[in-house]
C-alpha cells in the first residue's frame, strides 16, 4: 500500500503498534476524482482506514493492517506482503 501512495505522489509514512501496521498520508486539496477512486480502491484492501480533515493541518488518509491477517486475506488484497 505504501508503494502504491508513493506511485501517486504521495509520502506515506509507516509505523508499526503491536500487531498493526499504520500507514499515513497527506493529501492535497487538488487531486483528481480518478486518484480519489485509485485511493478509495487502495484504502479498500486494508483492515480499516479513514481520513481526517482538519484545517488546520489539511487532509491525512490513515490505513491500518493487521501483521496477523491471513495469507489468504493477502492474496485477495493483490499483495503478498503489506505494506
Known amino acids: 500500500m505504501a508503494a ?3 506511485a501517486w505522489g504521495l509520502t506515506p509514512i509507516v509505523t508499526s503498534h503491536g500487531d498493526c ?7 492535497p486539496q487538488s ?3 480518478e ?12 483492515d480499516c ?17 493487521n501483521k496477523k491477517t491471513p495469507a489468504a486475506v493477502h492474496a485477495a488484497r493483490g499483495h503478498g506482503h503489506q505494506p
Open 31 to 33: 487531486i483528481s476524482p
Open 49 to 65: 482506514f479513514g481520513l481526517v480533515d482538519s484545517s488546520a493541518d489539511g487532509r491525512t488518509l490513515w490505513a491500518g493492517v
Open 21 to 27: 501496521i499504520r500507514i499515513e498520508a497527506y493529501v
Open 35 to 46: 486518484l480519489w477512486r485509485e485511493l478509495l480502491a487502495a484504502l479498500a484492501t486494508a
Open 4 to 6: 502504491r501512495l508513493s
